[in-house]
């Protein structure tokens, strides 16, 4: 049986992890000198699916101009991990509040997603996976970060400024699927078992990100 230990970023304050409090405050990431913008996030609110539905309702622009010097300003302790997703050419940072031990591997249930756009580091939103189930990628860029009995995958888009939901199927019937990382080019389904099948595949072939500490 793979080992499970909670692992907390030194430092931080204790305002709950991100399945319960949305996309917490920049504060309790070790994250200085960041502008809150006031505007709500649009993606995914018809479906409303269990990840999206936590990710916070506003965005974050920080002071720093790089994601490598945005690392460096974080708390030492804070789990981080460097990504690629499908369609989009920069890389994606991924902060997480805490992380969990398997088998001497660290993995995150909740992490949130920064970009480098227009010579500045934002935050593009914040995904947790639901029900002890961990954030994963498959091979090609596709990122898994499931409901309790959803299958969600995620992309950035091609500016890099927005989380695309990529598959959606809501554990019964119904979903979508998107072929591309434009949130305008979904085809929705329902009761159709060979496009489950096709968003099951995938996910079982994401492996877990893998996440380290900030020194």
């Known amino acids: 049986m793979k080992k499970r230990v909670l692992q907390l970023a030194t430092g931080l304050l204790t305002v709950g992890v991100f399945g319960v409090t949305g996309l917490v405050g920049a ?9 809150t913008t006031a505007y709500v996030m649009s993606e995914n609110q018809d479906s409303m699916p269990s990840s999206a539905s936590d990710s916070g309702r506003y ?12 690392e460096k300003s974080l708390k030492s302790g804070t789990w981080v991990a460097h990504t690629y997703l499908k369609g989009y050419k920069g890389d994606v940072f ?35 996976a639901m029900g002890g189930l961990l954030i994963k990628r498959t091979d090609n860029g596709i990122l898994f970060a499931n409901g309790k009995m959803s299958y969600e995958s995620y992309l950035v888009s091609a500016d890099g400024k927005e989380i695309v ?7 019964y019937d119904w979903g979508y699927t ?5 949130p305008g080019k979904k085809v929705e389904f329902y009761k159709n078992n060979s496009k489950v099948n096709e968003i099951k595949a995938l996910n079982k072939k994401a492996k877990n990100i893998e996440f380290y500490r900030v020194k």
Do not use: M, W
């Not at 990431?29 to 502008?35: H, M, P, R």
């Open 178 to 182: 998107n072929e591309t990382n434009d």
């Open 165 to 171: 939901h990529k598959d959606y199927y809501d554990g």
């Open 59 to 70: 965005k974050e622009v920080t002071q720093y101009n790089t994601i490598p010097e945005f």
């Open 94 to 128: 991924l902060v997480a509040e805490a992380s969990y031990d398997y088998d001497g591997k660290q993995y995150a249930e909740d992490a949130r997603i920064y970009t480098e756009v227009d010579g500045k580091v934002r935050c593009i939103g914040c995904l947790n």
């Open 27 to 35: 504060q309790s990431l070790g994250i200085a000198n960041v502008e």
